[in-house]
C-alpha cells in the first residue's frame, strides 16, 4: 500500500489534539483573574499579578476596574459552568487587595459579559455584552455597585461582541466586533454618534476598520498613554484570547481609522497559563484575566 504524507502542520495538529485529550482526563482550564499596582502595559511583568480564582464550579473573566470610597471594584464576567450563560458580578477589594465582599450585580435572561463601566456627567454607566439577544445595551447605576437600570438600546438587529466606547474629537466611537460567518474573532467595526444617548450610531466607510484575526477584537478600555490613545486588542490566532496587543490609533475620523501595534502581552512560559484577553486599569490598579489549567482533583481526594 502507498504510504501517504501527511503535512508537517496537520500532523502536529493531530498529536496537539490527543495530547488536549489526555490532559482532559487530569485538568479542566479555567479563567481566572489577575490584579497588580503601578503595573504598566510596555513594561508588565507576570510576576507583579496575584491570582484571584473562582471557585472549581466557574469562571471569571473580562474585568474593568474602577475605584470608589478608597476601595476597588472589579465588575467582571461569572459563568457557572452549569449554566447556559453569564452574568456581571462585582468583587470588592480595600486598598491592600484583600478582598472584602463579591457580589452579583447584573442578570439577564440572556447571556452577560464585558461590563464596560464608564463615567458620563457624573453618572456611572455600563455596556455589558449582549451578543446573545441581538443587541448593543446601556445601563445606568441607580445604587453602587449592584443597582443597574436600562436606559437603552444603542444598537439593535447585530451580532456585536465586546462593545467598547471613546469619547474623542467631540463623538462618540463605538468599537466591537461583529459576528461573520460564525467567527467573531477577525473584524472591528467602529460607530459614531453625536451624543451617548443617541438613536442613530453611524457605521464607519471604512468597516470592518480592522479585520485580523491577530489583533481586531477589543480587549478593554481605550486610554491615553504620552498623548496617544491606545486600544487594548485579542490576538486570536493561537487560540481564543491568546495574547493582548496595545495598538496605537493613529488615525481617528469619520473617514479613515489607523492603528499600529505597540506591544504584545503574550502567556508567560514556563507557568500554567495558556491565555490571556482583558486589559483594565484605574486608581493605580491593573487587572487582567488569564486562562490556567486546573487540576480536577483536590490534593485530599489524592491518596
Request: hydrophobic content about 40%.
Amino acid at each position: 500500500m502507498k504510504k501517504i504524507a501527511i503535512p508537517y502542520r496537520r500532523k502536529l495538529n493531530f498529536l496537539e489534539r490527543i495530547w488536549e485529550k489526555v490532559l482532559s482526563l487530569f485538568f479542566f482550564k479555567q479563567w481566572i483573574l489577575l490584579v497588580a499596582k503601578g503595573a504598566k502595559y510596555e513594561s508588565s511583568t507576570w510576576s507583579k499579578f496575584i491570582p484571584l480564582v473562582p471557585p472549581a464550579d466557574r469562571f471569571w473573566a473580562d474585568p474593568f476596574v474602577w475605584t470608589h470610597d478608597g476601595h476597588y471594584y472589579i465588575f467582571y464576567e461569572e459563568k457557572l459552568y452549569s449554566s447556559p450563560r453569564g452574568y456581571i458580578a462585582c468583587l470588592i477589594l480595600d486598598s491592600h487587595l484583600n478582598q472584602i465582599a463579591n457580589q452579583v450585580v447584573l442578570e439577564r435572561p440572556y447571556h452577560l459579559s464585558y461590563p464596560f463601566v464608564f463615567e458620563h456627567e457624573n453618572e456611572i454607566y455600563m455596556l455589558p455584552e449582549t451578543e446573545q439577544n441581538g443587541t448593543v445595551e446601556l445601563y445606568r447605576c441607580t445604587r453602587f455597585p449592584d443597582q443597574w437600570v436600562f436606559v437603552k438600546t444603542l444598537l439593535t438587529g447585530i451580532k456585536a461582541v465586546d462593545a467598547t466606547l471613546l469619547e474623542s474629537n467631540g463623538k462618540w466611537w463605538l468599537f466591537a466586533n461583529i459576528r461573520e460567518e460564525g467567527s467573531s474573532w477577525h473584524a472591528l467595526h467602529l460607530f459614531s454618534a453625536d451624543n451617548l444617548l443617541s438613536n442613530r450610531w453611524v457605521p464607519h466607510p471604512r468597516n470592518p476598520v480592522v479585520k485580523d484575526i491577530h489583533s481586531a477584537r477589543p480587549a478593554g478600555r481605550i486610554f491615553m498613554h504620552n498623548g496617544d490613545l491606545i486600544r487594548p486588542s485579542q490576538d486570536c490566532f493561537v487560540r481564543y484570547g491568546y495574547a493582548i496587543n496595545f495598538n496605537r490609533v493613529s488615525t481617528l475620523s469619520d473617514s479613515d481609522y489607523g492603528e499600529t501595534c505597540e506591544w504584545t502581552l503574550k502567556p508567560p512560559r514556563g507557568r500554567n497559563i495558556l491565555a490571556t484577553h482583558t486589559w483594565n486599569e484605574a486608581g493605580g490598579l491593573t487587572t487582567i484575566d488569564a486562562l490556567i489549567r486546573t487540576f480536577k482533583y483536590p490534593a485530599h481526594q489524592r491518596t
